[in-house]
């Protein structure tokens, strides 16, 4: 029962993601064309500061 809500909060901000993502982007093309190329880029620093992020963390909590 525990991990229905966290199925429902994941399965929630994908569909808004997945939703919202391609019509900011074509928005976002208006002003610039090459807005897809700075979101990938945007992503890809993101995922790459939360594993940084992660393994930073993991390296400082004592192990149980």
Known sequence: MRFSGLSLAYNLAYAIAG??????L????KD???APVH??????TLG??????AAWRDQ?????
């Open 48 to 53: 790459i500061a939360l594993a940084i992020g």
């Open 60 to 64: 400082r909590m004592p192990a149980a």
């Open 39 to 44: 979101y990938i880029a945007g992503m890809a």
């Open 26 to 29: 074509s928005l976002a093309m």
């Open 19 to 24: 939703g919202l993502t391609p019509v900011l």
């Open 32 to 34: 610039s064309p090459t």
